[in-house]
């Protein structure tokens, strides 16, 4: 098998742990990134444990905080590494019913879902270009596509940062339709020499419950799991894993991901010019300039 240098954003808990996990097992050589650094040794000593060959790095940042982020991503340039997979995993559904923006000033669903991506990768992209067959993958959300659970996305790119109509659950769909235009231009842009696709790993009760609290935290805990429309964390990290190292999707870009198949992308997501649009003001929202792919 050959091994792959890959890192994960939010590897520390839920689905990143899962897929960090299956990773290494795998052989492969894979940096995460955690917010503390007790979280980076817990996840290193819990999966040395059952693989005490395992390779891991794990990485402290906060992706709230785009200048540490685009610290980060350089310095791993500049340390000259190829990394051949990069996967943004990392995400938040807000608890707080109030609009929360990080210390940076910009609202936090789309600084830790989109911003980060795009900081990361444009600062990581040379050490990708350096990678065997690289990867972006970025994890979206069926909660994107237009039958979506109480209603689709509704992005207002006069008001990207929602400062008026705020709720956690339109900051989260509109933060996975984002992503999924970050990620189509991107595709475009970078060809087949970088592939970019997205994924849904499917409603994972069991690690959705940790944005949840009360009685709704017990029910995503105990009871939603069982239900049909549930997927199993094992089933999501596999899909996970697939989109990481699958050699059937090499050569494939700019595609939608889930339970290992092609799924359609909302014909928002799709839209080549809001694509664009977005990919304009998320640069300026993220402080760099648009033309860095390719
Ligand atoms: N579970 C589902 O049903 C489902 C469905 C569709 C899509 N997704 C997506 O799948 C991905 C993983 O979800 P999950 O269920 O595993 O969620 P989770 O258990 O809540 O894990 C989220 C991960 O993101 C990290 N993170 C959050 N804010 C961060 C920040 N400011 N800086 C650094 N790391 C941060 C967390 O790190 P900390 O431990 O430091 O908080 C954690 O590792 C997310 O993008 C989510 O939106 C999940």
């Known amino acids: 098998m050959e091994q792959r240098s890959i890192l994960v954003t939010g590897g520390g808990r839920g689905l990143g742990r899962g897929l960090v996990e299956?990773?290494?097992?795998?052989?492969?050589r894979v940096l995460f990134t955690v917010r503390t650094v007790a979280a980076g040794d817990d996840t290193v000593a819990a999966l040395r444990g059952v693989h005490p060959a395992a390779e891991l790095v794990?990485?402290?940042?906060?992706?709230?905080?785009?200048?540490?982020?685009?610290?980060?991503?350089?310095?791993?340039?500049?340390q000259g590494i190829a990394l051949d997979v990069l996967f943004h995993n990392a995400g938040i559904?807000?608890?707080?019913?109030v609009r929360l923006v990080t210390q940076e000033g910009r609202e936090q669903t789309l600084a830790v879902n989109v911003l980060a991506p795009l900081v990361l990768t444009r600062a990581l992209w040379p050490?990708?270009?350096?990678?065997?067959r690289p990867r972006v993958v970025t994890v979206s959300s069926r909660l994107h596509l237009e039958n979506a659970r109480g209603g689709p996305p509704s992005f207002d790119f006069d008001d990207p940062g929602l400062e008026?109509?705020?709720?956690?659950?339109?900051?989260?769909?509109n933060s996975k339709l984002a992503l999924l235009w970050f990620t189509f231009a991107l595709a475009r842009r970078a060809g087949r020499d970088v592939t970019v696709n997205g994924v849904c790993p499917g409603f994972v009760p069991t690690t959705a419950a940790a944005?949840?609290?009360?009685?709704?935290?017990?029910?995503?805990?105990?009871?939603m799991p069982h239900m049909p429309f549930a997927t199993r964390i094992e089933d999501a990290v596999a899909s996970l894993a697939f989109m990481a190292?699958?050699?059937?999707?090499?050569?494939?870009?700019?595609?939608?991901?889930?339970?290992?198949r092609p799924l359609a992308a909302s014909a928002a997501a799709q839209d080549v010019g809001l694509q664009e649009r977005f990919w304009t003001l998320a640069a300026q929202l993220a402080g760099c300039p648009p033309d860095w792919a390719g």
């Open 127 to 132: 050490a990708l270009r350096r990678g065997t």
């Open 211 to 223: 944005s949840t609290t009360g009685l709704m935290r017990l029910v995503m805990r105990h009871i």
């Open 58 to 78: 794990p990485i402290v940042v906060d992706l709230s905080v785009l200048a540490d982020v685009a610290r980060l991503g350089e310095t791993l340039t500049e």
């Open 93 to 97: 559904l807000q608890q707080s019913p």
């Open 22 to 28: 299956r990773l290494a097992r795998g052989g492969h």
């Open 164 to 173: 008026r109509g705020y709720t956690a659950d339109r900051a989260y769909k």
């Open 245 to 260: 190292c699958d050699t059937a999707l090499d050569g494939v870009t700019g595609a939608f991901y889930a339970d290992q």
